[in-house]
Nanobody, 124 residues
Framework: QVQLVESGGGLVQAGASLRLSCGAS????????MGWFRQAAGKERDFVAG????????YYADSVKGRFTISRDNAKNTVYLQMNMLKPEDTAVYYC?????????????????WGQGTQVTVSS
């Protein structure tokens, strides 16, 4: 049974930073690519960032490139999303997801397991 639990969300002002964490109850965490997605109210769930099994490859949505950084610690079964220079349009529920592949995709259909999400609200 795979469980993903996000934490670190909250209410911040524009320009602030937040660091999201996602802990995974996966014995073979290093065999999963990981991704972060977000879903704003009334909108579809969108890709934010992805990271390969080893962490050597990362990729981002254009809207967050240069502001967000995804990383992982395989020894701690945890993936992170460092979010800097936050904007009101970053407001959403953020989800982490696991993909049984070397390099995960940008489509929600690529991912096998999902967390429950953590709310990020950025005020102007």
């Amino acid at each position: 049974q795979v469980q993903l639990v996000e934490s670190g969300g909250g209410l911040v002002q524009a320009g602030a930073s937040l660091r999201l964490s996602c802990g995974a109850s996966i014995r073979t965490f290093s065999r999963y690519a990981m991704g972060w997605f977000r879903q704003a109210a009334g909108k579809e769930r969108d890709f934010v960032a992805g990271i390969s099994r080893s962490g050597s490859t990362t990729y981002y949505a254009d809207s967050v490139k240069g502001r967000f950084t995804i990383s992982r610690d395989n020894a701690k079964n945890t993936v992170y999303l460092q979010m800097n220079m936050l904007k009101p349009e970053d407001t959403a529920v953020y989800y982490c997801a696991a993909d049984q592949a070397v390099l995960g995709g940008r489509d929600i259909r690529d991912y096998d397991y999902w967390g429950q999400g953590t709310q990020v609200t950025v005020s102007s």
